[in-house]
């Protein structure tokens, strides 16, 4: 099963015809609608701590929107530095 940062929230129709999924490492920007996350996990943060952290791997989110999330700089995947 995904983890809610590796999935895009659109349907596979509206995929298909998106100009920000155009590979799989492409990012959906914030301002989609079909970005915007529901979850109860999902949780802004402005903590320099958590946004700053180097060793949060960025790349596997498939949303801008999980960059500021809580849920996703603190269990998301890492990387070593």
């Known amino acids: 099963m995904a983890v809610c ?5 659109c349907e596979p129709d509206i995929i298909g015809a998106c100009p920000h999924a ?13 970005s915007i996350c529901d979850r109860e996990t999902h949780v802004m ?3 320099p701590a958590l946004v700053f952290d180097p060793t949060v791997d960025r790349d596997a ?3 801008q929107s999980c960059l500021y999330c809580e849920h996703f700089l603190i269990h998301g995947p890492r990387r070593e530095i």
């Not at 940062?5 to 929230?9: G, K, L, M, P, V």
């Not at 155009?22 to 079909?34: H, L």
């Open 5 to 9: 940062w590796q999935t895009r929230e």
């Open 22 to 34: 155009v590979t799989e490492r492409d990012m959906c920007p914030s301002r989609c609608t079909f």
């Open 45 to 47: 943060t402005t903590d």
């Open 61 to 63: 989110a498939r949303k």
